[in-house]
């Protein structure tokens, strides 16, 4: 007699493959995210100008992503392990592509177009990083020594210089942070990151030399916004303005006028955070990043519960990367940070960074839901 239960044997099989592949999702996770997604298409309407065409296309990237990111979650942990060092790879020689032949838009050269397909390679690297940090980390002993620590420095660096060059310092930062938050978890000493830091300190003048004259423009509006406020500073100004005048409850949904009599700009993007906070007020804004921190709280768990090096530090590093993503955002478009163009997860407009996106909670998913009984 089979010793299968009654109710599994009878189930056609589309249903068990369906059930096998939703045992592969994390239900908070997808909870969360589905919950920041409807909150994005819900002001990308509003800030997009009514206009429903952007709110479908939106729609239906967010729709792929999900897909991604379920496919995802079904690969093994070892898997991902394993194709690490290729994705890195892989990434590296399409950077160097893109600064060979990429598309050139907006003053920079970010894109490759393949057929109808136009997407960054910097995105796939930020997936690459912290998946080549964190296997890298996994076979050496941690606290990491200082020539592992040189080793993974180098690994970082390559890229985001790369990315610097393209220039995109938004993503730069962004491929950086990936990369230093998987070493930090690893057990980076402190003295070693003081020291970092003081040399950084240190290249300051030099750095400044070698920036573009609009990122030195953008450094100086943020030291001084009212510096040039109908010019380099109306962005932060305007954006400004609009998260104040939003209030404790805000003016309503529809009803905010930065965005709609165009004293925003790129109120669908980068600064699609001004035209919520004007509609929603603090009370809105505040149910905003109390699903950010939920998000960024189940990441950790994840990691918490990961089973060995490589699960710890891939998920505390997709997890706190996630939270820079968001810290960078807002942080930007209320004047605590310079403008760098990051977008807001998961709300602001855009096709390639959110699928990246979830394909990184895909693996964080896959973390979770893989995990094997360990025994004495």
Known sequence: MSSTPLSTASEPKPVRVR?????????WLLMLLLGVGAVGLVTLYSAGDHSLSMVIDQAERLALGFAVMIAVAQLSP?????VAPWL??????????VLAVG????????????GPLRF?????????MPLAIAAYLHVRALPPSIWTTLGALAI??????????????????LVLAAGVLALYFGGLRWRWVALALGAVAAAAPLLWMHLHDYQRERLMIFLNPELDPLGAGYHITQSKIAIGSGGLWGK??????????????EAHTDFIFSVYGEEMGLIGALVLLSLYAAIVGRCLVIAMRGQDTFQRLLAAALGVTFFVYVFI???????????????LPMVSYGGTSVVSLLAGFGMLMSLHTHRKLLTN
């Open 19 to 27: 059930r096998l592949i939703l045992s592969h999702v994390d239900p």
């Open 78 to 82: 070892e898997w991902l392990r394993s």
């Open 88 to 97: 890195y790879a892989f990434s590296l020689l399409l950077l160097l592509v």
């Open 103 to 114: 598309d050139h838009g907006k003053g920079a050269q970010r894109w490759l177009v393949v």
């Open 120 to 128: 960054q390679p910097s995105e796939l690297m930020k997936l690459g």
């Open 156 to 173: 970082i660096g390559v890229p985001v210089g790369l990315i610097a060059l393209q220039p995109d310092l938004g993503t730069a930062v």
């Open 252 to 265: 309503g949904w529809l009803m905010g006028t930065q965005a709609k009599l165009d004293f925003l700009p």
């Open 329 to 343: 955002n807002i942080g930007m478009v209320i004047g605590l940070l310079p403008v760098v163009g990051v977008p």
